[in-house]
């Protein structure tokens, strides 16, 4: 099978595959071995792909390390600069559903609790409530009035 490529669209496979090794990267270093052979595949394809450079006229984004190719560190540099955007989404957006969620079960009465499971509307009308609640709370502040109390 023959994939035709042009320079844009190979620069932006390259990305991609860049993003799949970090994330893929570090699972595998941090979670589970089945993320370590994920990992070990997608590199040795990243690697294949960085080879094509050349052929697309990118020479500009690989250099070789020890007989592998790899992206310039300038490059990679991008593409953290995308992995710390999208991490600083998840982990707002993740805070503000979890001690949303978390106040909805402690604060709703056993009724609410039903009614949210088994009516849609319901459920969206009250975790906005709460999910409104924090998205204020964490857009002026921060995490700055955030404590762990005992």
């Not at 990267?25 to 370590?36: N, P």
Request: charged content about 45%; hydrophobic content about 30%.
């Amino acid at each position: 099978m023959k994939i035709s490529l042009n320079q844009e669209e190979y620069r932006r496979m390259v990305k991609m595959g860049e993003l799949a090794d970090c994330i893929f990267g570090l699972l595998g270093d941090f979670v589970s071995d089945e993320y370590k052979k994920e990992s070990d595949q997608i590199t040795k394809l990243q690697s294949r792909i960085l080879g094509y450079a050349k052929d697309f006229d990118c020479e500009d984004l690989t250099e070789s390390y020890e007989g592998e190719n790899i992206f310039k560190e300038k490059e990679f540099d991008k593409i953290m600069e995308i992995m710390d955007d999208y991490d600083d989404y998840v982990f707002w957006d993740k805070l503000e559903k979890r001690l949303s969620d978390r106040d909805m079960d402690r604060e709703l009465s056993e009724a609410e609790k039903e009614k949210v499971k088994s009516d849609v509307r319901f459920w969206i009308e009250k975790s906005e409530e709460y999910y409104q609640k924090y998205r204020e709370e964490l857009e002026k502040y921060g995490i700055d009035r955030l404590e762990i109390k005992q």
